[in-house]
């Protein structure tokens, strides 16, 4: 197994300016293993000064994997020069990616820069909405015409294909651009030359909208298990291509973004130990204060059996317990649910089954749950865990939180089934339907169904 070179060990390569042995580093090494330890380095002039000095098809790949603030710094140090061989090794959207989150100025100079036809390809790939299949695909792919034969194609490859992400399909168009099929390179090297192109061309493919949202486009490459898709505009035609390594991405982007809504905060734009103070604090109050706000039903409801709550003060001691279990109980469901609409599960379609299956394991649940709680509360009572000063007997006090606990356990349940798959159905992220967001509702049900069982069936005051 290789070993990843240090920090200290690049650093004194870098100061002794050992040229050759930097070369042979990048030559031997992944380069994705080198930026991890370029992004330690905080004097810039000793990144600058392996631009400098190894090949550009070599940097091109390290500046993509570099954090987003050495990025910034080294295009304020680069030559036109060394801008114009950065953007002619890199994939178009390896830069549009890094390009999206510089300052408005560095854009202008990175696309001044820029040959006219990357140009044109950077300003497009920058244009389409962001999220989309438009706004991850890359340009250089390779495309043939379906009138070639295999060794005409294969000479055209030969002449296209190192400026293209990837030569392991190639794609192939009629006169007017349209994608008629998909030619795999194994397939191509393996048959007679003489051969036309459309007798072994695959005219069975999947295919992406430039306006797809990107989420539905992993979906595709996971379902299909894809490694390249085309991308196709509103006419038909071929105009780029997602890669999996871009797909990985996306999906990493989105997990990360559904656990954060889950855990009650707008997702982060940038890593945790490089995002501010003040930054991580706005992401959360805009959720604390929703959610305290949205508390104050369960405040109203207490408030309005008050009275109740004098009478008989042991009843305040299990609020807690049935309001917690509660919560959590339609958070396992909401969990559950919203992982099966991002993986297809389930979809809105299949409520009436879901609601059914949360229903029997509500039941279940809530009777275990509640037959132990029933007979814990009691023990609690009867040898003074917890006071019971008035004159409700304590088995009517455990019969009490045991049936809310019940019923607070089905509501729960199927709050947390129905909440993200309603969010699915009118087009939001069912993660909005959070764990807070449940919990919150059910605190304020399970408080309701507690005094309205003791006020009107129990009638314990």
């Known amino acids: 197994m290789e070993e990843i070179i240090s920090l200290d060990a690049l650093l004194e390569i870098i100061n002794n300016k050992q040229v050759a042995k930097l070369r042979e580093l990048f030559e031997t090494s992944e380069i994705i293993d080198i930026a991890e330890v370029c992004d330690e380095i905080e004097d810039i002039s000793k990144l600058l000064f392996i631009f400098k000095t190894v090949k550009s098809e070599y940097t091109a790949e390290l500046f993509t994997y570099l ?16 801008l114009t061989e950065l953007i002619t090794n890199s994939y178009t959207d390896d830069i549009v990616d890094f390009l999206e989150d510089l300052p408005a100025n560095l854009v202008t100079r990175v696309l001044k820069a820029s040959p006219k036809e990357e140009r044109n390809d950077i300003n497009k790939l920058l244009n389409y909405k962001e999220d989309t299949a438009g706004s991850i695909m890359t340009t250089e792919y390779v495309e043939i015409s379906s009138d070639l034969t295999v060794k005409e194609a294969l ?8 400026d293209a992400e990837t030569i392991s399909s190639t794609f192939v168009i009629d006169k007017k651009r349209n994608l008629v099929g998909v030619l795999y390179l194994d397939l191509l090297v393996l048959t007679d030359e003489d051969t036309p192109i459309k007798d072994i061309m695959n005219e069975e493919f999947h295919t992406a909208n430039v306006h797809d949202d990107q989420e539905a486009v992993a979906e595709t490459f996971k379902r299909y298990d894809l490694t390249v898709l085309p991308v196709l505009n509103n006419e038909h035609r071929l105009i780029g291509i997602i890669t999996i390594d871009d797909v990985i991405d996306v999906m990493e982007k989105e997990t990360s973004e559904d656990i954060a809504i889950q855990a009650g905060m707008q997702p982060l734009e940038d890593e945790y130990l490089k995002t501010g103070v003040f930054t991580l604090a706005k992401k959360r109050i805009v959720w604390l204060l929703f959610l305290m706000v949205s508390a104050t039903f369960t405040s109203m409801i207490i408030s309005r059996f008050e009275d109740s709550l ?10 807690p317990m049935f309001m917690d279990t509660g919560g959590n109980s339609g958070g396992q469901t909401t969990s559950l649910i919203t992982r099966g609409l991002a993986t297809k599960e389930v979809t809105t379609k ?13 039941l279940v649940t809530g009777l275990v749950v509640a037959t132990f709680n029933f007979l814990w509360i009691f023990l609690e009572l009867t040898i003074g865990l917890v006071s019971n000063s008035g004159t409700i007997p304590n088995w009517q006090v455990a019969g009490l939180v045991a049936l809310t606990l019940f019923s607070t356990i089905i509501i729960a349940k199927c709050l947390g089934a129905s909440l993200p798959m309603f969010a699915q159905k009118i087009g939001l992220d069912p993660a909005l339907m959070s764990g807070p967001i449940v919990t919150t509702l059910v605190d304020a049900t399970s408080l309701l169904i507690y005094f309205l069982l003791c006020t009107q069936i129990f009638r314990l005051v």
Request: hydrophobic share 45%.
């Open 67 to 82: 954090n987003e603030d050495s990025q910034a710094k080294l295009i304020n140090l680069f030559s036109d020069k060394q």
């Open 155 to 162: 000479a055209q490859i030969k002449k296209v294909g190192q």
């Open 310 to 319: 004098k009478a008989a003060a042991v009843l305040s001691a299990f609020i």
């Open 350 to 362: 299949d409520y009436g089954k879901v609601i059914w299956k949360e229903l029997r394991v509500a």
